[in-house]
T-cell receptor
Framework: DAGVTQSPTHLIKTRGQHVTLRCSPI?????VSWYQQVLGQGPQFIFQ???????GRGNFPDRFSARQFPNYSSELNVNALLLGDSALYLC???????????????FGSGTQLSVL | GENVEQHPSTLSVQEGDSAVIKCTYS??????FPWYKQELGKRPQLIID?????GEKKDQRIAVTLNKTAKHFSLHITETQPEDSAVYFC????????????FGSGTRLSIRP
């Protein structure tokens, strides 16, 4: 039974470029959330999508955007990359709009983004 | 919005001893408190969670306690083993945006042989 899968695992970009990160949730899960984890800190919430609609947004600039596809997979896009965007980007899936309901969040292994 | 503080930032205990990690939260409306374990280079894994309608929950060597009045919750690991070495994160819901989990800054736990 596959867990949450993310691609790519590592990525190196330069300032000003854009990046697209991908996530496939656990089979049967309809919700995907994105988190940014800077080295030495806890994950910070970026977005949640449920049934292809945005259900929550964290305190991130408009350079960050996301979408969810009919098969419930998701993309996170970041434009005009800054050095400070270097981080581990984690995707998490749940069957519903966790944690508001009784579902739990399950994380993928993340995409390590380095901006030079 | 919700703010979660976690202490200590690093913790070293002798194998077999107990470890305690403490967190406080600011939003009295929060009612779900998960704990995640993250080994180096790996994904955060949910190890235990507690909801505000209970004060304590235990799963083998791991227990979590919640004091809603004081807005404190703690993770207790007994009979620590080398494989317990990892970074542990506490977290709480932010009910201004029910989809959001607010994480603490993490505790790096090291188990000394």
């Amino acid at each position: 039974d596959a867990g949450v899968t993310q691609s790519p695992t590592h990525l190196i970009k330069t300032r000003g470029q854009h990046v697209t990160l991908r996530c496939s949730p656990i089979s049967g899960h309809k919700s995907v959330s994105w988190y940014q984890q800077v080295l030495g800190q806890g994950p910070q919430f970026i977005f949640q999508y449920y049934e292809k609609e945005e259900r929550g947004r964290g305190n991130f600039p408009d350079r960050f955007s996301a979408r969810q596809f009919p098969n419930y997979s998701s993309e996170l896009n970041v434009n005009a990359l800054l050095l400070g965007d270097s981080a581990l980007y984690l995707c998490a899936s749940s069957s519903g709009t966790a944690p508001a309901t009784n579902e739990k969040l399950f994380f993928g292994s993340g995409t390590q983004l380095s901006v030079l | 919005g919700e703010n979660v503080e976690q202490h200590p930032s690093t913790l070293s205990v002798q194998e077999g001893d107990s470890a305690v990690i403490k967190c406080t939260y600011s939003d009295s409306a929060s009612n779900y408190f998960p704990w995640y374990k993250q080994e180096l280079g790996k994904r955060p894994q949910l190890i235990i969670d507690i909801r505000s309608n209970v004060g304590e929950k235990k799963d083998q060597r791991i227990a979590v306690t919640l004091n809603k009045t004081a807005k404190h919750f703690s993770l207790h690991i007994t009979e620590t083993q080398p494989e317990d070495s990892a970074v542990y994160f506490c977290a709480a819901t932010d009910y201004s945006s029910a989809s959001k989990i607010i994480f603490g800054s993490g505790t790096r736990l090291s188990i000394r042989p």
